[in-house]
Nanobody, 122 residues
Framework: QVQLVESGGKLVQAGGSLRLSCAAS????????MGWFRRAPGKEREFVSA????????YYANSIKGRFTISRDNARDVVFLQMASLKPEDTAVYYC???????????????WGQGTQVTVSS
Protein backbone atom coordinates (compact mmCIF):
# COMPACT_ATOMS: atom_id res chain seq x y z
CA GLN A 1 0.00 0.00 0.00
CA VAL A 2 1.04 3.53 -0.74
CA GLN A 3 -0.45 6.47 1.11
CA LEU A 4 -0.46 9.83 -0.61
CA VAL A 5 -1.06 13.18 1.04
CA GLU A 6 -1.34 16.35 -1.00
CA SER A 7 -0.72 19.82 0.36
CA GLY A 8 -0.20 23.35 -0.83
CA GLY A 9 -3.59 24.18 -2.25
CA LYS A 10 -5.09 27.56 -1.43
CA LEU A 11 -6.78 30.65 -2.80
CA VAL A 12 -4.57 32.61 -5.19
CA GLN A 13 -5.13 35.46 -7.61
CA ALA A 14 -5.01 34.97 -11.34
CA GLY A 15 -1.48 35.22 -12.63
CA GLY A 16 -0.07 33.94 -9.38
CA SER A 17 1.96 30.86 -8.59
CA LEU A 18 1.53 27.91 -6.31
CA ARG A 19 3.42 24.72 -5.52
CA LEU A 20 1.60 21.56 -4.64
CA SER A 21 3.31 18.71 -2.83
CA CYS A 22 2.44 15.06 -2.62
CA ALA A 23 4.10 13.06 0.12
CA ALA A 24 4.16 9.29 -0.23
CA SER A 25 4.45 6.83 2.61
CA UNK A 26 4.07 3.13 3.15
CA UNK A 27 5.39 0.97 0.39
CA UNK A 28 8.05 2.97 -1.42
CA UNK A 29 6.77 4.74 -4.49
CA UNK A 30 10.22 5.47 -5.89
CA UNK A 31 9.65 2.92 -8.65
CA UNK A 32 6.20 4.22 -9.44
CA UNK A 33 4.91 6.71 -11.93
CA MET A 34 3.40 9.70 -10.15
CA GLY A 35 0.59 11.71 -11.63
CA TRP A 36 -1.44 14.79 -10.93
CA PHE A 37 -5.11 15.01 -11.85
CA ARG A 38 -7.73 17.61 -11.13
CA ARG A 39 -11.48 17.87 -10.91
CA ALA A 40 -13.14 21.21 -11.45
CA PRO A 41 -16.67 21.87 -10.18
CA GLY A 42 -19.19 20.13 -12.41
CA LYS A 43 -16.53 18.48 -14.53
CA GLU A 44 -14.89 15.12 -14.75
CA ARG A 45 -11.47 14.43 -13.35
CA GLU A 46 -8.79 15.23 -15.89
CA PHE A 47 -5.12 14.51 -16.34
CA VAL A 48 -2.70 17.30 -15.50
CA SER A 49 0.80 15.87 -15.43
CA ALA A 50 2.86 12.75 -14.80
CA UNK A 51 6.45 11.87 -14.14
CA UNK A 52 8.28 8.58 -14.50
CA UNK A 53 9.94 6.87 -11.55
CA UNK A 54 13.40 8.25 -12.36
CA UNK A 55 12.08 11.66 -13.28
CA UNK A 56 13.61 11.37 -16.72
CA UNK A 57 10.31 11.83 -18.52
CA UNK A 58 7.42 14.15 -17.84
CA TYR A 59 4.02 14.54 -19.44
CA TYR A 60 1.62 17.47 -19.45
CA ALA A 61 -1.91 18.21 -20.51
CA ASN A 62 -2.09 20.78 -23.28
CA SER A 63 -4.13 23.11 -21.10
CA ILE A 64 -1.28 23.58 -18.62
CA LYS A 65 1.79 22.97 -20.75
CA GLY A 66 4.35 25.73 -20.29
CA ARG A 67 2.76 26.88 -17.04
CA PHE A 68 3.05 23.86 -14.76
CA THR A 69 6.15 21.82 -13.94
CA ILE A 70 6.19 18.41 -12.30
CA SER A 71 9.19 17.14 -10.38
CA ARG A 72 10.02 14.56 -7.77
CA ASP A 73 12.47 14.01 -4.95
CA ASN A 74 12.82 10.29 -4.53
CA ALA A 75 15.06 10.65 -1.50
CA ARG A 76 12.14 12.30 0.28
CA ASP A 77 9.33 10.46 -1.50
CA VAL A 78 7.74 13.71 -2.58
CA VAL A 79 6.31 14.88 -5.88
CA PHE A 80 5.76 18.53 -6.68
CA LEU A 81 3.58 20.43 -9.08
CA GLN A 82 4.82 23.95 -9.60
CA MET A 83 2.05 26.05 -11.06
CA ALA A 84 2.55 29.47 -12.59
CA SER A 85 0.44 31.99 -14.50
CA LEU A 86 -2.62 30.52 -12.84
CA LYS A 87 -6.02 31.12 -14.42
CA PRO A 88 -9.51 30.94 -12.94
CA GLU A 89 -10.09 27.81 -15.04
CA ASP A 90 -7.32 26.09 -13.06
CA THR A 91 -9.64 26.11 -10.06
CA ALA A 92 -10.13 22.50 -9.02
CA VAL A 93 -9.34 19.85 -6.48
CA TYR A 94 -5.92 18.50 -7.36
CA TYR A 95 -5.18 14.85 -6.75
CA CYS A 96 -1.92 13.00 -6.60
CA UNK A 97 -1.83 9.44 -7.87
CA UNK A 98 0.70 6.64 -8.01
CA UNK A 99 1.07 3.42 -9.92
CA UNK A 100 3.83 1.13 -11.18
CA UNK A 101 2.73 1.90 -14.74
CA UNK A 102 0.51 4.98 -14.58
CA UNK A 103 0.00 7.13 -17.66
CA UNK A 104 -2.42 9.84 -18.59
CA UNK A 105 -5.60 7.96 -17.78
CA UNK A 106 -6.87 8.01 -14.22
CA UNK A 107 -8.07 4.42 -14.31
CA UNK A 108 -4.45 3.29 -14.68
CA UNK A 109 -3.55 4.55 -11.21
CA UNK A 110 -3.87 2.38 -8.12
CA UNK A 111 -3.22 4.80 -5.29
CA TRP A 112 -4.80 8.20 -4.75
CA GLY A 113 -4.56 11.03 -2.29
CA GLN A 114 -7.50 12.91 -0.83
CA GLY A 115 -6.90 16.01 -2.90
CA THR A 116 -6.09 19.63 -2.21
CA GLN A 117 -8.24 22.58 -3.25
CA VAL A 118 -6.80 25.22 -5.55
CA THR A 119 -8.93 28.28 -6.13
CA VAL A 120 -7.84 30.97 -8.57
CA SER A 121 -9.71 34.25 -8.32
CA SER A 122 -10.05 36.62 -11.25
Amino acid sequence: QVQLVESGGKLVQAGGSLRLSCAASGRTSNNYVMGWFRRAPGKEREFVSAITSSGSATYYANSIKGRFTISRDNARDVVFLQMASLKPEDTAVYYCASDPVGGIFSDKYTYWGQGTQVTVSS
